[in-house]
């Protein structure tokens, strides 16, 4: 009988670490086999400098006001007997830097609109192919001298929005 209570004792004592294996390896196994899956998987989550990236690269449509409605520009035209009265000059801009540099270099864009008029006639002003022509040249312009150009054109002016109220003589 002694024998056999050594023998139940030693099963007991093989049974315990046969136990462990049967549930330990199977859950290190698993766990492990998890992690690589996760690892190889990634997240669904963007880091958080990918998005401000992704926030920055979109252009944003903003409104950035040369001339106020209401407060008249003139402009001399060429050959000085005639002067453009601008009621209104309102940029449409794809970024916030624009808009800001827009208004910072105001004076700067002013003589650019100042030179763009003086090379125009009045006739060059009362016709839809005229005012398209000098809606493009006040757009590279003030792309020019706010330093949106080449790649960074997109985030610079976007559109011009002017309203000539007068072409009048000066004599």
Known sequence: MPEEAEI????????????VKLVLIPLVVSVIASMLVLFALGTNKQPQDKQKEQKVTAPVQIKAVVIAAGKYQTFMLKGGR????????TLLVG???CRAAVAEKNDE?????????LSKEKFDLVT????????KQIREAVNEITGFTGEREKFGVLNVYI????ISSVQ
């Open 8 to 19: 139940q004792q030693e099963q007991k004592k093989k049974g315990l670490p046969e136990i």
């Open 82 to 89: 005639d002067v453009a009265v601008v009621d209104s000059l």
């Open 95 to 97: 970024s916030e830097p």
């Open 109 to 117: 864009i002013m003589d650019a609109l100042a030179t763009i008029f």
């Open 128 to 135: 839809p192919a005229g005012l398209d022509l000098l809606k």
């Open 163 to 166: 309203y000539i109220k007068a």
